[in-house]
């Protein structure tokens, strides 16, 4: 498995998607990150490059049973879900990288970059949460 593979070469954490040509239900989704994260000891994410302070907020509130502060947290976040999940995950994804100044290396085919208007919308989704530019 790749992320076996990651973690041996060094990398500290996964930038996982979601499969899209099968567009499995929410439980096969959850089942893919399961199984990544059960293969390696380094934390997995679809977003959190992006956001960890804040999914890291949310997530120790929930832990501690703080469900209000854990929703206020998931409230805040809507807008880069949203944002995210506009388009097809991985060309989000580098795209946002991108905005935020961080290394996002190039899309593979069949796979595009976001058009003028796109990355604008997305700078907009975001700008709640990061500081980026379009």
Do not use: W
């Not at 990150?33 to 997995?44: C, H, K, Q």
């Not at 946002?96 to 989704?125: I, N, R, S, T, Y």
């Amino acid at each position: 498995m790749r992320a076996r593979a990651a973690e041996q070469a060094g990398a500290h954490g996964l930038l996982a998607v979601a499969p899209y040509y099968s567009k499995p239900p929410q439980e096969g989704v959850l089942q893919h990150f399961l199984t990544i994260a059960n293969v390696t000891g380094l934390p997995v994410s679809g977003v959190s490059h992006l956001v960890t302070r804040q999914l890291r907020g949310l997530l120790e509130a929930h832990l501690l049973g703080d469900v209000v502060k854990a929703a206020e947290f998931h409230r805040h976040l809507l807008p880069v879900y949203t944002g995210m999940f506009r388009t097809q995950g991985v060309i989000s994804t580098k795209a946002a990288l991108a905005m935020a100044g961080l290394p996002a290396g190039p899309l593979k085919p069949p796979m595009v970059g976001l058009d003028a208007a796109g990355c604008e919308q997305l700078a907009e989704d975001l700008a709640a949460v990061l500081p980026v530019t379009a």
